[in-house]
């Protein structure tokens, strides 16, 4: 199987959540010596996948600061901004929740500081 069959397989793998099948088609890739910047993204997506976020946004973050193709330097932002995204839904749902919960229905004061 050349490369670019098994990263199509690793993507389809990954999209089944299929994590185990996934990792094993991801150390076939490094075995066949894929380019680091790519090896770095699949790594992350993996790992975005599976709840290892800080690793994801680190290997996301390297492949940013990389002299990567223009292609991979967008993966790698689509990959940080999936993130935030996540991060920030959240954080308002978090919020939505404390808001909701009676116990913190008290009377409060908000300081604003310049």
Do not use: W
Not at 3 to 17: A, P, S, V
Not at 30 to 42: G, Y
Not at 80 to 105: C, Y
């Amino acid at each position: 199987m050349n490369i670019g069959n098994l990263i199509n397989l690793f993507e389809t793998q990954l999209n089944n959540k299929d994590y185990d099948a996934a990792s094993q088609t991801l150390k076939q890739l490094e075995s066949l010596s894929v380019d680091e910047i790519t090896a770095k993204l699949l790594t992350a997506q993996l790992y975005d996948c599976t709840d290892r976020t800080t690793e994801a946004e680190h290997l996301f973050r390297q492949v940013l600061k990389s002299s990567a193709p223009s292609s991979q330097i967008s993966k790698a932002r689509q990959g940080l901004k999936t993130i935030q995204d996540r991060e920030q839904n959240r954080r308002k749902a978090s919020i939505a929740l404390e808001m909701t919960d009676p116990q913190n229905q008290d009377e409060g004061l908000l300081l604003l500081f310049p």
